[in-house]
């Protein structure tokens, strides 16, 4: 018995074809218009994260510093570092570290012991206020967990600037704040997409 003809549906027929090239076209169109809207919100988004990520870590940083400063009841330095092992004074921060500070010079010497050290990531940029980029890009913390100032009375007050040049997100900028000798926190703002300006003060 021979099996009988069948009728395809037309839209199955259709189907079998692919699409045509002006369907193609309007597909390509279609998925750039989608791209150009969503890409501007990806990239700050991914922006937003490496800010929030570099500055609480920084200002876990500058936590530890001060709770080891109480822990071992001696003088903890946190400072700017581009290698880990000894402070530098840069415009803009590439690493950090901080180190049992025994002797008080600000250095790490023989037998200080280097806590904790970490990397910028290279697409921000992090910049101090003149408090601490006046004086070697460093935090003194005392055995009693304050930070005092260069005149050894005055209590700390200073920020660390985490910025990305960029506009998206808007808020492009989280300032570590140092005040008060010691209390610390983290404050969002803009900065029109610049970093070249270092904060002041608080």
């Not at 395809?8 to 218009?33: D, K, Q, S, Y």
């Not at 600000?106 to 806590?115: K, L, M, N, T």
């Amino acid at each position: 018995m021979t099996e009988p003809h069948r009728i395809w549906p037309r839209h199955f027929n259709r189907a079998m074809t692919g699409l045509t090239l002006i369907e193609l076209m309007v597909g390509l169109v279609v998925l750039g218009a989608l791209t150009a809207i969503g890409l501007p919100s990806f990239r700050g988004a991914i922006n937003n994260s490496r800010l929030s990520s570099t500055s609480n870590e920084l200002l876990g940083a500058v936590q530890l510093a001060r709770a080891e400063a109480i822990r071992g009841n001696g003088r903890v330095v946190f400072c700017q570092s581009a290698n880990g092992t000894a402070c530098s004074n840069d415009p803009v921060w590439v690493g950090w570290m901080l180190f049992t500070d025994s002797n008080g010079d600000g250095a790490v010497s023989a037998g200080e012991p280097i806590i904790k050290s970490g990397l910028i990531d290279a697409s921000l940029q992090v910049r101090a206020s003149p408090a601490i980029s006046g004086g070697s890009n460093l935090i003194r913390f005392g055995a009693n967990g304050l930070a005092l100032g260069a005149t050894e009375t005055a209590l700390f007050n200073a920020r660390i600037a985490v910025c990305v040049a960029s506009t998206e997100p808007a808020i492009n900028v989280r300032d570590i704040t140092i005040s008060s000798g010691g209390r610390t926190s983290i404050l969002m703002r803009s900065s029109a997409g610049v970093c070249s300006t270092a904060p002041s003060d608080t």
